[in-house]
């Protein structure tokens, strides 16, 4: 395992060998420096974690969270503060320009605290020149680490608050799954699940497969005993995660199949809302569908990215499915779930997308009529084979089918939108309107928004609600009089 590129700080180290016992020894050390710290400054330190890109990255957020707040951070909303820590993304290259660009304020704020800390982890830190270009020209930025070895934020932060240099921590791959860490949720009632982690099919634009390494499944009973612990304590939806989860428990021991997964979750009690994400169509199998379609609790939202519409870009993306084969999976699940949303992501501008690609792809929008749909840019990511391909399209022709795609996309999901109007559904009720306190807000099982009358009581209970206005993509809606 190759965590040689650490800069080792002199400290005598008694800690356990063993995880993740020697992760409780670290949080034990660290809250001790912690308060050492805190005391000098005369203030409890405060700590700030900001998230880019994927709920991957924003469960991960969690984890970073229970870590400082267990040591005795105290979280703020700001900036400025005394520990921050960048969680970043690099799917797509302006995510990593935009960790650039606010690197420079946090360096203004640290001219004037001298004790901040500030930190970096997630995807981008996997890519040799990123850790390059922070140990050059990013002297102020006191920690760096990756997406192998989060799980040893606790000790990370004691070495670092105890060495004067730059730590770097960078592995580049593990087949470690590290159970049982402190998780600080966002929000009581629900929760990200972990299902696996790093994926293994290397779409020829992909970035993932580097940066977020092999596919590794938990066990079943592993995911199973932190959702019952989730659910005795207040959680009533999970989002499965995996960056491919129709191949959850191929790898494991005693391999199990997603559908059967999601059938021991069924069973849980008290749990009334599974989700997950990411399901590539390859993998996608009949006796899910089954399951889904038998299932009080698996909500009616398949998120299905089909990137291009075009049988010969998909073969370049090593998608390994075509444009037909999309088309009878979409119409199974249709046969099989009336009532399902089915959304997507598309990429428009992939090496070699010629006017007549673009268009079979506005040809499968129209076809499927996604309730939503991601629609990006192509980026090129160096290290994938896509960026080696010389047919880079020109950036005026990749607009003109982007801004075509965008449009479709947007006024089929509005059509689709509207279909629900005047319908009464469930709501898990989710937070106070940001906008107006005297509204709720909340997501139907499809997943789509809906604003109500309420008060911060109702968050986190399901509720019935009427849907009186669609108002593109999202609804305004009444609890109806005979459910008060
Ligand atoms: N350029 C543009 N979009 C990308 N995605 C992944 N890699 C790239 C890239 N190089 C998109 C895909 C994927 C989503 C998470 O990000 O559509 O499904
Ligand atoms: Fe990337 Fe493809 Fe893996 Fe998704 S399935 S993370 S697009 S390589």
Request: aromatic fraction near 8%.
């Amino acid at each position: 395992m190759g965590n040689d590129k650490m800069n080792k700080p002199a400290m005598p180290d008694e800690a356990p060998v063993m995880e993740p016992q020697r992760q409780f020894y670290y949080i034990e050390r660290a809250k001790e420096l912690v308060s050492e710290r805190a005391k000098k400054c005369g203030h409890p330190l405060t700590f700030h974690v900001e998230t880019f890109g994927c709920q991957m990255n924003a469960r991960d957020s969690e984890k970073l969270r229970g870590i400082l707040d267990t040591i005795g951070f105290v979280p703020v909303d700001t900036e400025n503060a005394d520990f921050v820590i960048y969680n970043t993304c690099t799917v797509r290259e302006n995510a990593n320009n935009k960790v650039y660009g606010r690197l420079g304020t946090l360096s203004s704020y640290k001219k004037k605290n001298p004790n901040m800390m500030i930190a970096l982890c997630g995807c981008m830190m996997q890519e040799q020149h990123v850790v390059e270009k922070l140990r050059m020209s990013y002297r102020f930025v006191n920690l760096v680490f990756g997406t192998h070895n989060i799980f040893k934020f606790a000790e990370l932060i004691v070495h670092a608050m105890t060495s004067d240099e730059m730590v770097i921590d960078i592995w580049d791959e593990t087949s470690q799954i590290v159970e049982d860490l402190p998780v600080e949720r966002k929000y009581h009632f629900k929760s990200g699940v972990n299902i696996m982690f790093g994926c293994n099919n290397f779409c020829s634009y992909c970035i993932v497969p580097y940066v977020r390494g092999r596919e590794r499944s938990r066990e079943p009973k592993d995911i199973i005993r932190e959702i019952e612990h989730l659910v005795a304590d207040g959680v009533v939806e999970v989002m499965l995660l995996g960056q491919n989860v129709n191949s959850y428990g191929k790898n494991l021991d005693h391999p199990i199949t997603f559908a059967q997964l999601l059938r021991e979750i069924e069973k849980i009690e008290g749990l009334k809302r599974i989700r997950f994400m990411t399901s590539h169509p390859k993998d996608l199998s009949d006796e899910l569908i089954e399951v889904m379609a038998a299932s009080d609790k698996i909500c009616k939202h398949m998120h299905l990215p089909l990137q291009s519409g075009s049988s010969r870009i998909l073969k370049e993306m090593n998608r390994h499915y075509d444009k037909e084969q999309y088309l009878l999976l979409v119409d199974k699940l249709r046969k099989a779930i009336p009532d399902i949303a089915i959304t997507t992501d598309i990429i428009v501008g992939f090496p070699g997308e010629t006017k007549e690609d673009a268009l079979e792809t506005l040809d499968v929008v129209r076809k499927v009529r996604y309730d939503s749909a991601f629609t990006f840019i192509y980026s090129k990511r160096s290290g994938t084979p896509a960026a080696k391909m010389e047919n880079q399209v020109p950036e005026d022709e990749v607009k003109e089918n982007f801004d075509m795609i965008l449009k479709e996309v947007q006024s089929i999901a509005c059509e689709k939108a509207m279909e629900l109007e005047g319908k009464i559904l469930p709501v898990l009720v989710e937070q106070i309107n940001e906008q107006d306190d005297t509204l709720v807000t909340g997501r139907l099982s499809n997943n789509s928004v809906v604003h109500l009358n309420g008060d911060a009581s109702m968050i986190g209970t399901i509720v019935n609600v009427e849907l009186t206005e669609c108002k593109g993509f999202y609804y305004l809606g009444r609890v109806p009089e005979e459910v008060l």
